[in-house]
Each structure stands twice: as structure tokens, then as C-alpha cells.
T-cell receptor
Framework: NAGVTQTPKFQVLKTGQSMTLQCAQD?????MYWYRQDPGMGLRLIYY???????DKGEVPNGYNVSRLNKREFSLRLESAAPSQTSVYFC???????????FGSGTRLTVV | DQQVKQNSPSLSVQEGRISILNCDYT??????FLWYKKYPAEGPTFLIS?????DKNEDGRFTVFLNKSAKHLSLHIVPSQPGDSAVYFC?????????????FGKGTKLSVIP
């Protein structure tokens, strides 16, 4: 099925460890996004990529880096995980605001 | 400061009745408003959108109303069904160079009681 695929679905990290969250879309969308969802906080934008080769910070970028590998793939990296980064991470892609974003199913990350 | 606010964390409605979910915003530069539905352990799914130049958009059982002067929008679900039980997020779009960003509210959990 067409859509946004995120891997892994679940991950437990120790404080200080690093990891990369992978995201791929097959809808030929130009723009891709990373959001995090925390209880009572809604979804907050971490980074986004308007097109292949460009990335920009969102509302909560500290502690994260991103790479837009090609038009399909947009990865999110935690270099030194902290407990405050325990969250559910969603990747999304879009083409035009009237149709909204298409979200992946999320990665539930726990940092202990 | 929150630019998109959903002041009701939860709402319970009887099956067959109308559900009304509300959202307020502060930024007059938002150009589109959207509603998303989210089930547990799944990503949000797009429900309906409305341009800032319109005051109503309808899609089946779902209607979104926009009152620009009050900076308020609402989602009406008629009739409500048990499968509508989910968290609903209001979002607003800010245009940017080559892309657009969505700012989300904190969500309202809708429970439709059979």
C-alpha cells in the first residue's frame, strides 16, 4: 500500500546511546517532516525538508539531526539520547496543504 | 505560546447524535485549517480541510466551519458512530518556501457511546 513507512516501530535506548529513525514515502511528495508527540502536548515539529537537498529546523530541533537522503527518504538521528527524548515520533510527507500530511504509523522510543 | 488551542481534552456523545469539536487559533496568517483523527498506536489520518477564504466545507458526515473574525473553527460529525471514537487534532497551515508547516492543537478525545 502506498504511504509512509517508519522503522523501527519500537526502541529502547540507554541514555547517551545514538540511533537513527528511518522514514520512506512512495507518493513522490516533495516535502517531508518529523514530529514528536508527547502526552498533553499534541504534535510538535522537529525538522522538515521542503525538497530533496534541503532541511530546516522546526519548533523543537535541539538534540536531533536529519538527513534527506533522496526524494523518498528522510531520517532522524539522535546522537546522544536523553530521557527527555522519550516520545512517539511521526514522519509525514505532503504535497499541498489542502490534502494535508500523510503520516507514518510512528516509532515509540523510550530512553532509560 | 500556543497558536492552535483545543480547550476540551475530552468529549462524550451518544451514538447517532452530533459531535462538535472546537478549535481556536491566534495567528491570522494561517491559510489552511485541517482536522486529523488518530487511533491508538497509529499515525494521524487526514480527515478534512478548509481554506481560510471559505467558511464551510463538507465531506459526508463531517463538516468544518470557520469563523475568521472569531479565529475559531469547529468540526461537526453527524451522525456520530462508535468507530468515530478517537483523538481529533486541529491543525493550521503556515506557508513557507516550497513547503508548508502544520501547527497542531493538543487534541480532543472523542468517545461515542453505543
Amino acid at each position: 500500500n502506498a504511504g509512509v513507512t517508519q522503522t523501527p516501530k519500537f526502541q529502547v535506548l540507554k541514555t547517551g546511546q545514538s540511533m537513527t529513525l528511518q522514514c520512506a514515502q512512495d507518493m513522490n511528495h516533495n516535502s517531508m517532516y518529523w514530529y514528536r508527540q508527547d502526552p498533553g502536548m499534541g504534535l510538535r515539529l522537529i525538522y522538515y525538508s521542503a525538497s530533496e537537498g534541503t532541511t530546516d529546523k522546526g519548533e523543537v530541533p535541539n538534540g536531533y539531526n536529519v538527513s534527506r537522503l533522496n526524494k523518498r527518504e528522510f531520517s532522524l538521528r539522535l546522537e546522544s539520547a536523553a530521557p527527555s527524548q522519550t516520545s512517539v515520533y511521526f514522519c509525514a510527507s505532503s504535497e499541498a496543504p489542502v490534502w494535508g500530511y500523510t503520516f507514518g504509523s510512528g516509532t515509540r522510543l523510550t530512553v532509560v | 505560546d500556543q497558536q492552535v488551542k483545543q480547550n476540551s481534552p475530552s468529549l462524550s456523545v451518544q451514538e447517532g447524535r452530533i459531535s462538535i469539536l472546537n478549535c481556536d487559533y491566534t495567528n491570522s496568517m494561517f491559510d489552511y485549517f485541517l482536522w486529523y483523527k488518530k487511533y491508538p498506536a497509529e499515525g494521524p489520518t487526514f480527515l478534512i480541510s478548509i481554506s481560510s477564504i471559505k467558511d464551510k466545507n463538507e465531506d459526508g458526515r463531517f463538516t468544518v466551519f470557520l469563523n475568521k473574525s472569531a479565529k475559531h473553527l469547529s468540526l461537526h460529525i453527524v451522525p456520530s458512530q462508535p468507530g468515530d471514537s478517537a483523538v481529533y487534532f486541529c491543525a493550521a497551515s503556515t506557508p513557507g518556501a516550497g513547503s508548508y508547516q502544520l501547527t497542531f492543537g493538543k487534541g480532543t478525545k472523542l468517545s461515542v457511546i453505543p
